[in-house]
């Protein structure tokens, strides 16, 4: 069996710049490449990255370049009202504002430029089931 090395999730864009903008003002990211097909965007700690493509580039099969449905992206982060702070003031679409779910998380769900739904998540301090 083969070691996994590491894992990068990779959205597709039909406006790089506008989906770079989002992830950076929003997230710990910094662009670590930047061109007209792709973004790579890494955390500062260079231990978690997130790809931007080109929806109709020639690399990502034609099956694939519909716009996203069947799943979400989740960020887990220390404070979601410090974020949803930013996507207010960034004008971001927010889908759901923070709340506190029933298994333990304070969750804000935003849709990306893209039309990915994105999660950004918290541990409750102290929870209990």
């Known amino acids: 069996m083969q070691n996994i090395n ?3 999730t990779n959205i597709c864009s039909d406006n790089l710049r506008k989906s770079r903008n989002f992830y950076t003002k929003l997230l710990d990211f910094t662009v670590d490449y930047d061109s007209d097909w792709f973004v790579h965007l890494i ?3 260079k231990a978690l990255e997130l790809g931007i493509i080109k929806r ?3 690399i990502v ?3 694939f370049q519909n716009h996203p449905q069947g ?4 960020f887990v982060v220390d404070d979601v009202d410090e974020v949803f702070a930013v ?5 971001f679409e927010i889908i759901s504002e923070p709340t506190d779910t029933f298994y333990g998380q304070r969750r804000l769900l ?3 430029p893209n039309g990915t739904l994105v999660d950004i998540s918290a541990p409750i301090k102290d929870f209990e089931f």
């Not at 799943?71 to 989740?74: E, H, L, S």
């Not at 996507?87 to 004008?91: G, I, Q």
């Open 56 to 58: 109709t580039h020639e």
């Open 61 to 63: 099969p034609q099956d």
């Open 110 to 112: 935003l849709k990306d």
């Open 43 to 45: 955390a500062k700690d």
């Open 6 to 8: 590491r894992i990068m």
């Open 71 to 74: 799943f979400y992206v989740t």
């Open 87 to 91: 996507a207010e003031a960034e004008k």
